[in-house]
Every structure is written in C-alpha cells, then in structure tokens.
C-alpha cells in the first residue's frame, strides 16, 4: 500500500541546519511530484514547497525561501528536505505529501516533529 | 501571494444536520482548489480537488462547490466522525495557499 514516512525531526537550537527525509513505497516514485506542508498550533497548516517529479522545479512558500531547499533521489525513493537558519516560528509539524497529476495531495506521511529553541 | 479566508472560523453541529463552509480567495483561482479534513495526530485527509471531485471513496454526504473566488464545501448528514479541522487549499499558483481552517465540533 501507498506508504509516506517522515523523519529527521528533533529539537534544534535557532540558526542551526535539519534535514527532514520523507521515504515512500508502494507506489511509482518517479512518477509523482511531493509538497511539504506543515502544522503550527497558531497558524494551521502552511504549504511550504513543491518539486516535480525529475526534480526539475522547485516552488517555496515566502516564508522559507532562500532558507529552506526540496530535492528528491529517484533511485531511493526519498524526498528531502533542508531547512536552514531555524527560527522558533518553524517550530511544527512536518508533513510531506505526493500530488498525482490532475489531484490533491492524496496521501500524507505522519509527520515529524520539529523543535527550534535555545 | 493569494490569500485564502476561511468562515466560519468554528461551528458547531449535530449530528444529522447540514454543515456548510466558506472559503473565499483574494483573486479568482478558478477551480484548482481543495479541502482536507484534519484531525488531532493525524495526517491531513483530501476531501475535494477542483473545487467539486470527490476524492476515493469519499461519502457523496460531502460536496464541493464554487469557482472563481468563492467556495462550499457541504457536509450533509454529520456524523460524529466529522469532527476536525477544515481546510481548503488553492493550487493555481505557487505558493498553494491554505485557508487558516474551519474547526467542526459535533454536539
């Protein structure tokens, strides 16, 4: 079955780096574009970026451009990503999601939580 | 960046009766716009894509409606199942907006 998990979360300090990884299975990897949206208890749920099936396009919410970067390895099934110069406001949850063509995002993993203080 | 306004920002219902929720974005998205259901410790669940296809196995009891800059989505015949937190979600332009929700408390 279509499985996403999530991990790489934990506590950090502000400034600091994180790499969230997000493994898939169950279905043609290769084939789908994946987002990464979080959840924060004051702000809901924030779409945070996007990268296309190769690879080849990459979108970021205003909020994390030029802090945070999506990529993806086809051979292992796994989208990444890098977060960069952590504030306490990117405290959340973290969630990736797959996006078929001409759909939702229909399948979410878990989630992986992530904790910015000093 | 398009903004996404959700009402209301909490209902509350019983079980049986009709609930129904507004999103409006701040310029037209057409149709390329979605709805989650989420609940506490859960993933997100997608409802509705272009703004009225039921999503798998969806119950037809939730609908979705609107174009343009206004949306509904109806829940006909709540369940005590239906609580959550509802978002829509525009995708015709990066960044995809999320609404900041609609909590749905079941009496």
């Known amino acids: 079955q279509v499985q996403l998990v999530e991990s790489g979360g934990g506590v950090v300090q502000p400034g600091r780096s994180l790499r969230l990884s997000c493994v898939a299975s169950g279905f043609d990897f290769s084939t789908y574009a994946f987002h990464w949206v979080r959840q924060t208890p004051g702000r809901g749920l924030e779409w945070l970026a996007v990268?296309?099936?190769?690879?080849?396009?990459?979108f970021y919410a205003d909020s994390v451009k030029d802090r945070f970067i999506v990529s993806r390895d086809n051979s292992k099934n796994t989208v990444f990503l890098d977060m960069n110069s952590l504030r306490p406001e990117d405290t959340a949850i973290y969630y990736c999601?797959?996006?078929?063509?001409?759909?939702?995002?229909?399948?979410w993993g878990q989630g992986t939580l992530v904790a910015v203080s000093s | 960046e398009i903004v996404m306004t959700q009402s209301p920002g909490t209902l509350s219902a019983s079980p049986g009766e009709t609930a129904t929720l507004s999103c409006r974005a701040s310029?037209?998205?057409?149709?390329?716009l979605a709805w989650y259901q989420h609940k506490p410790g859960q993933a997100p669940r997608l409802l509705i894509f272009d703004a009225s296809k039921r999503a798998t196995d969806l119950p037809a009891r939730f609908s979705g409606s609107g174009s343009g800059t206004e949306f509904i989505l109806t829940i006909n015949s709540l369940q005590s199942d239906d609580f959550g937190v509802y978002y829509c979600q525009q995708y015709n332009f990066w960044p995809g907006t999320f609404g900041q929700g609609t909590k749905v408390d079941i009496k």
């Open positions: 999601a797959r996006r078929p063509v001409g759909y939702g995002l229909d399948s």
């Open positions: 310029q037209s998205v057409f149709g390329n």
């Open positions: 990268i296309s099936f190769r690879g080849g396009n990459k």
